[in-house]
């Protein structure tokens, strides 16, 4: 059974940075697509970047600059690194995995973690 799991969240001072970690269980093997979303409050979902299974990273043009993705198959964990933390990041950030890992554009996630609280402080 697949699971996801993130950690790391929490309340942070604008300004600050922090570290998410996403825990992926259950795959029998490495290929596989991995993302970051977040959900901001009364917003819809957005997509922060995808990694295909060889860490090779795809951003939003949005976010590209702010955040750092990285992989580790070894550790089976997707991480996501947030600089100069503002309010607007607040929200909950999401991990999600499904395709092959080596075509992940329009991939359709089959699976989802609980995600994690973000709240930015001023």
């Known amino acids: 059974q697949v699971q996801l799991k993130e950690s790391g969240g929490g309340s942070v001072q604008e300004g600050g940075s922090l570290m998410l970690s996403c825990a992926a269980s259950g795959f029998t093997s490495k290929y596989y697509c991995l993302g970051w979303y977040r959900q901001a409050p009364g917003r819809d979902r957005e997509w922060i970047a995808t990694?295909?299974?060889?860490?090779?990273?795809n951003y939003s043009d949005k976010y590209k600059d702010q955040f750092t993705v990285s992989r580790d198959n070894a550790k089976n964990t997707l991480n996501l690194q947030i600089h100069k933390l503002t309010p607007a990041d607040t929200g909950i950030y999401y991990c999600?995995?499904?395709?092959?890992?080596?075509?992940?554009?329009?991939?359709?996630?089959?699976?989802w973690g609980q995600g994690t609280q973000v709240t930015v402080s001023s």
């Open positions: 990694s295909y299974y060889d860490n090779n990273i």
């Open positions: 999600a995995a499904g395709g092959n890992g080596a075509v992940c554009p329009g991939t359709v996630y089959s699976h």
